[in-house]
């Protein structure tokens, strides 16, 4: 197959992509991939890592308010779009795929105008302005939440979940050990994580709860992000810490640590909830305000329905809300195996192997 993919700006677009790619060229060896990214996004750094060759082209958003800004941006739009139709023409591309981001808006509706077998990958319960604009344009649609179907043209969706999570799932049988970074085995263990980069409400309630960790018969690691590890030091200046708690500013290797793990505090990214779910992992959310739509409650909703996770607001958060739910958790195996069982029950380890299916009819059928 010869697949263009776009998807820039963040993770939740990007590692979804590669996460399909790596299966595709597992099961199709001979498969070729042109990527078409943004030229300040995160793909910049992570596609080419991965072996891939990308394309850049410079994109941005609407603002809300009317503004010469909003003219800049269909003026780069429309210049992405006939960039696209030239890549598009060179490649060859027996279909096309985007996972989100403005960058996929031009590269996707050129594709469908130029008659292209189409496919869009939603990874949220809330639909993206990209995808629902490109909704009226594609062959299929595919999602990663029930809550997103009735959000897209009736007929065209089909439910994959997210790629990530068949990564990830590939990795449950880990031999990592929690004795090789000073920890025991023994005990169970709950990894608290912000995002990459950390988040500041996450971090002050952790450093207000490690008193009480202290004392408790589990085991905490407790990851700050690399830009706030310092501060979350001097934060804890003259405080004792125990044997049973780590501190540390990013989770190194995480999908072979995660299946070690049987709590994990974290947001309620898409990424994050195809992890979870696939590998079972009781989860304590606490959503980003910060997004979209405040799409991460509504992804965390999803989980808290089924039984699969609890969720924490972030203006509810502090180090007495998180210590009650870690309690609670840590304290009671038998409901994190309730928990685990009905995260696994959302999971879908197979989701790359369902997206590949769908390329494959909007390929057969167009």
């Known amino acids: ?31 070729e991939v042109l990527y078409v990214g943004t030229t300040r996004g995160l793909e910049n750094k992570i596609v080419p890592a991965a072996g891939l060759k990308l394309v850049t082209m410079p994109m941005q958003g609407f603002r809300r308010k009317i503004s010469l800004y909003n003219f800049k941006t269909v003026y780069l739009f429309l210049k992405a779009v006939h960039h696209a139709r030239k890549l598009i023409t060179d490649f060859k591309p027996d279909v096309v795929l985007g996972t989100g981001g403005y960058v996929s808006g031009a590269v996707l509706y050129a594709a469908a105008k130029m008659g292209i077998p189409t496919v869009i990958h939603e990874q949220n319960s809330v639909v993206g302005v990209t995808n629902k604009f490109l909704s009226r344009y594609v062959d299929e649609i595919a999602i990663a939440f029930e809550a997103a179907r009735s959000q897209f043209p009736e007929g065209k969706v089909t439910m994959t979940g997210n790629p990530r999570a068949q990564q990830v799932a590939a990795n449950r049988s880990s031999t990592f050990k929690w004795s090789s970074v000073g920890l025991s085995d023994d005990k169970p263990t709950m990894m608290i994580f912000g ?57 190194e290797n995480m999908p072979a640590k995660m299946p070690k793990v049987a709590v994990l505090v974290s947001r309620a990214g898409a990424t994050t909830i195809a992890e979870v779910t696939a590998l079972g992992v009781p989860t304590i959310m606490i959503p980003s305000p910060y997004v979209t739509a405040n799409h991460q409650v509504k992804n965390a909703q999803a989980l808290v329905k089924k039984h699969a996770a609890v969720m924490i607001t972030e203006d509810q958060l502090d180090g007495r809300s998180l210590l009650v739910q870690a309690d609670r958790l840590m304290g009671n195996a038998d409901l994190r195996k309730e928990m685990a069982e009905a995260s696994r029950k959302i999971g879908k380890p197979d989701a790359a192997d369902r ?10 059928d167009h």
């Open 355 to 364: 997206l590949i299916q769908v390329l494959k009819k909007a390929e057969k």
């Open 195 to 251: 995002g990459s980069q950390g988040a500041p409400r996450i971090n002050k309630s952790v450093v207000q709860a490690i008193p009480f960790f202290n004392k408790r018969d589990y085991q905490v690691v407790f990851a700050t992000g690399r830009k706030r590890y310092d501060d979350v030091k001097k934060q804890l200046a003259g405080v004792e810490i125990g044997d049973n708690v780590k501190v540390v500013p990013y989770i």
């Open 1 to 31: 197959m010869r697949l263009m993919v776009s998807g820039g700006g963040t993770g939740g677009h990007i590692y979804p992509a590669l996460a399909l790619i790596e299966r595709l060229k597992q099961v199709e060896p001979e498969t």
